[in-house]
């Protein structure tokens, strides 16, 4: 454990230390490393953010960049569950729309946001190969196909009492 100079005095753990040495002063290997920490993560914090950039050596400005280009990368931690509701084009002409904002209503979040109790985050994404069966939702890992807005509650319902 160790601190970061430019990180208030932020404790680096072990986990983000290794993947900063790994790195070190080579910042054609950023995106490499931003995958890794939110592999370990579930996001990239400024601790993190602000860790990598002194220790890989890329502006704190081309990371934020990179991390809010990037619809894989995460600024704020995710739900115990992550739903993801495919908005590709077979998707979204079998009213994946609606499906996403029965979500939004349900939950009382937006897209990209977190529910107050960490249990849920809600995304949209693009197509995830599962075309046959649109409109298509995701849970962690789980597709959940044919999917319509009658089967949301149900589906919350199922995850909160896992
Ligand atoms: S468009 Fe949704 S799975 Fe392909």
Partial sequence: ??????????????????????????????????H????????????????????????MSEIYGIITFYSRFSLKPKGKYNIQVCMGTACYVKGSEKILNTFKEKLGISEGQTTDDGLFSLESIRCIGACGLAPAIVVNNEVYGRFTPDKVEEIIEKYKNM
């Fill in 36 to 59: 890794e920490v939110q592999d370990t993560y579930g996001y990239i914090s400024t601790t993190a953010q602000k860790y990598l950039s002194e220790t890989v050596n890329v502006p």
């Fill in 1 to 34: 454990m160790k601190h970061c100079e430019g990180c208030n005095g932020s404790k680096i753990d072990d986990k983000l230390e290794k993947i900063g040495q790994k790195y070190k002063n080579n910042p054609s290997s950023i995106i490499e490393a931003l």
